[in-house]
């Protein structure tokens, strides 16, 4: 059900500020509204920059740190004193990452330099003399650079120049020579070849040695950088504290972001917020035990404000509110839709998996994952869904008969045919009908389903409406179809069943007066719907238009198909897997039977795995969108807005109470 | 060889080939878009791989309706009965269902998986919306499949 929520004012003294934030962050029940005009603080700012750094620090050691075991919890359970030591010295921890960090990036920077200048002075390693040599002197001036093929010989018949060619390649390296009478002339022929110039570095050694030496250096750097490397890694095994500190830093910086959000005077300030109502009290005791000096005003919402959307419900239901949240979140004025979807998630979802074996499996999975990683939130929420819908595979499994992938006809030879006959000696199994077999009988039980899914959307809403007191919209919009599918439905039971290859014998004093509901739902539609309609044109095309909706339900009854589908995939594929592993077993020798025995099982493992893992997330996704397009589409207002209390929102730990 | 035999053999092999076909393309599309997203934000990669698994199914489907053409038409066990022509026609137009629906719809959905998976870059929150979105286009492979198997299960 949706939680009414009231708009809070508190008035208290600054001095017992910080202390009240605090309070109220530990049991998490108010929302802060922000009021205050000022943008940030110092104090936000500071643990703001503190979050990033840790972050950045994080993110270099993480790789390092040591792997945690499967069993370990999803968040680690830390007293909320514990963290808040930590944060200084992982402060010390992230100064000296920090400082490793940029050592490493600025050797990086330095030995890409080298490089580059190595790759320069390459072509120019022939060179026999200290580059410093060359340089222009009162009476000789050069050129340094390179040539282009095609104008080397030009180049090198000039008289007046003296060059030298360094290397023979498409664009050689030249020093060219001429006496400083000649220079412009020269100049001016360099310019007209293809010709591009080259700096020497300053340097008194010749081209090989500094190429020598640069390669010495570029060594050297990577030594360090190594060096650099292993300290980083040795600080992997302070991930966890580091975690710890970011943490305690992000509950301080909602904290600061809820002081912000305050409205100050000189001695006092004002927080706004929303409150569940069933926290009220909670809320009220809780700053009572911090100061006697408060004002603690709650009241029910304006018009104009809109409350965040919050459900509660029982421990069952619970966990499904999480699928309702993949879809959106209820209106906070409309209805929770998690009680009504959940007898019917689970009831579907497991006719869409079907299998007794796969549904224990995914049972026990999902309770031992629950068991181990404690998960909260969505993973919380999806797994207990996941406990759920794997019971109710495993029961339906009983129903139609299969257990991984093994029905009561031999159908996959070996051990297979074995377990088949035992199934069949049983003589229950599959209790109700084979989907193999009585195909029509499948599909008419997941339609009927779906009608049922529907019909029970339908009626919620009506039900809603009457009880706002909106009569007209229960009976005109919602009852008339309730009363069309029924009626339709029954009418016409036994044209269905001769459909479907069954027998349903329903005398004609029950068939006829069901049609006649049915039309009469008809005309209900076809009088009232365009009721609102100004005019009486609107009000006519208005009914007949909705009638033309019958096309849209009908589309949605054939959509829970899908169910039958669905299932037969996750069986057959599963008979499949048994069906390959099968012919392994039936080896013509006996030491081709063990072998084969054993690969087998291996296979068999992994193939089930397989064939569970993906029909699971099928399931699992196709039940969601019943819910959402057929059964909610009846009835559910979406677009609630989530609640975000004032609360430790943390990454890597549970804050133990 | 009987016509019937080759042409119920060319049906089961149809329904692998064109589902696989589609499921190829689009978890290969799907895949892409997913190492963009994990090469930014590698703790989104769970949530990508559901989305890139989501065109896998019609592969699946497929291969179920081809083995099961294959065991009722008696393919798997050599020295089986000859097939009609008549026979093998049926088992052949009831693989296409499942050939075409999944072929076309399995590159559909590896598009509007791709979106999805961009949507997870910017809205990892919204994870399963997108994943809803992309199950929508599946529907019209589940119909092909439903189609085809009861065609398959209706030859006898």
Known sequence: ?657 | MELGTILATAGAAVAVLFAGFGSAIGVGMAGQAAAGVVSEDPDRFGNCLVMQLLPGTQGIYGLLIGIVIALRAGLMTAGADAITTELGVRYLIAGMPIAFGGLVSAIYQGKVACAGINMIAKRPTESGKGMVMAIMVETYAILALLISFLLVIGIG
Request: hydrophobic fraction near 45%; proline fraction near 4%; charged fraction near 20%.
């Open chain 1, 1 to 657: 059900m949706i939680v009414p929520m009231k708009r809070l004012s508190l008035i208290a003294l600054k001095a017992d500020e910080e202390r009240l934030l605090e309070a109220l962050q530990r049991i998490g029940t108010v929302e802060i509204i922000d009021i205050s005009e000022d943008a940030g603080g110092a104090r936000l700012e500071a643990a703001q920059n503190r979050m990033q750094r840790l972050s950045d620090s994080m993110e270099a050691i993480k790789p390092f740190a040591p792997k945690k075991s499967f069993f370990t919890p999803q968040k680690r359970e830390v007293a909320l004193s514990d963290i808040r030591a930590d944060v200084d010295r992982a402060a010390d921890v992230t100064d000296a990452v920090e400082t490793l960090l940029h050592e490493k990036a600025t050797l990086v920077a330095e030995r890409e330099k080298k490089l580059q200048l190595r790759t320069d002075l390459l072509p120019w390693e022939p060179l026999n003399q200290p580059m410093s040599s060359i340089r222009n002197t009162k009476r000789v001036c050069y050129f340094i650079g390179f040539c282009a093929q095609k104008d080397r010989q030009k180049l090198a018949e000039q008289e007046f120049l003296e060059t030298e060619f360094l290397e023979d390649s498409a664009n050689s390296p030249a020093i060219v020579a001429c006496s400083a009478a000649d220079f412009r002339v020269a100049q001016n022929f360099i310019k007209s070849i293809e010709w591009t110039d080259y700096a020497f570095p300053k340097s008194d050694r010749t081209p090989s040695e500094e190429i020598r030496l640069l390669n010495k250096r570029v060594e050297e750097i990577d030594r360090a950088i190594e060096d650099i490397d292993k300290q980083i890694v040795s600080h992997g095994e302070q991930l966890e504290l580091l975690e710890n500190a970011a943490d305690a830093t992000a509950i301080e910086m909602d904290r600061s972001e809820a002081t912000c959000g305050l409205k100050h005077t000189n001695s006092a300030f004002l927080l706004e917020g929303w409150v569940r109502e069933d926290r009220v009290e909670v809320t009220e005791d809780t700053i009572k035990g911090v100061t006697d000096a408060y004002s603690f005003e709650v009241r029910d919402p304006n018009e104009d404000e809109i409350p965040p959307s919050v459900v509660r419900n029982n421990k069952v239901v619970a966990p499904f509110e999480e699928v309702q949240t993949l879809y959106s979140r209820p209106d906070p004025y409309g209805i929770d839709g998690t009680p009504y979807m959940t007898p019917f998630y689970i009831l579907l979802f497991g006719l869409m998996l079907s299998d007794t074996g796969y549904g224990i499996l995914l049972a026990l999975g999902a309770l031992a994952y629950i068991k181990i990683k404690k998960p909260t939130g969505m993973s919380g929420g999806i797994s207990r869904v996941l406990a759920w819908g794997g019971l109710s595979t495993a029961i339906w499994g009983i129903f139609v008969g299969s257990f991984f992938g093994i029905s009561r006809t031999p159908a996959s030879g070996a051990i297979f045919d074995v377990i088949s006959a035992f199934f069949d000696r049983l003589g229950i199994f599959p209790v109700w009908l084979d989907p193999m077999t009585d195909s029509m009988q499948m599909l008419a039980l997941c339609m009927g389903l779906g009608i049922l899914h529907m019909v029970s959307g339908y009626l919620i809403n009506a039900i809603d409406c009457f009880r706002r007191g909106d009569w007209k919209t229960a009976i005109f919009d919602e009852l008339s179809w309730v009363m069309i599918i029924l009626g339709l439905v029954i009418g016409f039971l036994p044209t269905i069943a001769g459909m479907a290859g069954m027998e349903a014998n329903l005398p004609e004093t029950v068939t006829k007066p069901a049609v006649y509901v049915a039309l009469f739902g008809v005309l209900l539609i076809v009088l009232f719907k365009g009721r609102n309609a100004p005019k009486f044109f609107g009000k006519i095309t208005g009914g007949l238009g909705e009638l033309y909706n019958i096309t849209g339900v009908l589309s949605d009854v054939l959509s829970y198909a899908r169910l039958f589908a669905l299932g037969i995939a996750t069986g057959v594929i599963g008979q499949v897997f048994n069906t390959l592993c099968g012919m392994l077993m039936q080896g013509k020798s006996l030491p081709m039977q063990i072998l084969g025995g054993i690969v087998s099982i291996i296979l068999l493992i992994l193939l089930h795995t397989f064939n569970l893992a993906i029909n699971t997330l099928g399931a699992f996704v196709h039940c969601a969108r019943l819910q959402y397009v057929e059964f909610y589409g009846r009835f559910y207002q979406a677009g609630g807005r989530a609640f975000r209390p004032l609360a430790y929102n943390t990454k890597h730990i549970q804050v133990t109470k």
